[in-house]
């Protein structure tokens, strides 16, 4: 050994005890914060589901240069939610009548017709039908693979 190398050993072992920054960690317990007595925290709010970017495509096609405030799309999503809970337990009553278990696309498309009026139903109903082949047609061959 080199005198250098004794010499730093001896020197570290005389020191009195160690400081504060390396002393040894605690010992923690790996309780979470909420069990821990004493420890206040704030729950975290879950982030509901939005429609924010299905509304802003739209406005995109209907008029490319408007903008909306943040206002103006909670008023948009309330409507959106509003329309959706309508016609789910409209569909939901249907499906109950005809003592069915499973909601398919003809009860949606009945709900639309009872809860949109006239024209609008009618519209609804033409794009809603025009989606559902757009889906089946592009499911199909995805499953014609897996096959």
Sequence with gaps: ????????????????????????????????????????????????????????????????TLRISKQAMGIMESCVNDTFERLAGEAGRLCRMTKRDTMTAREIQSAVRLVFPGELSKHAVSEGCKAVMKYNATAKPAAAERT
């Design 1 to 64: 050994k080199s005198p250098a190398l004794g010499h730093l050993l001896a020197s570290a072992l005389n020191r009195g005890p160690l400081p504060a920054a390396m002393a040894m960690k605690e010992n923690k317990t790996k309780m979470p914060p909420e069990a821990r007595p004493g420890v206040v925290t704030k729950k975290r709010k879950k982030n509901a589901p939005t429609h924010h970017s299905s509304i802003f495509k739209v406005l995109r096609q209907v008029h490319p």
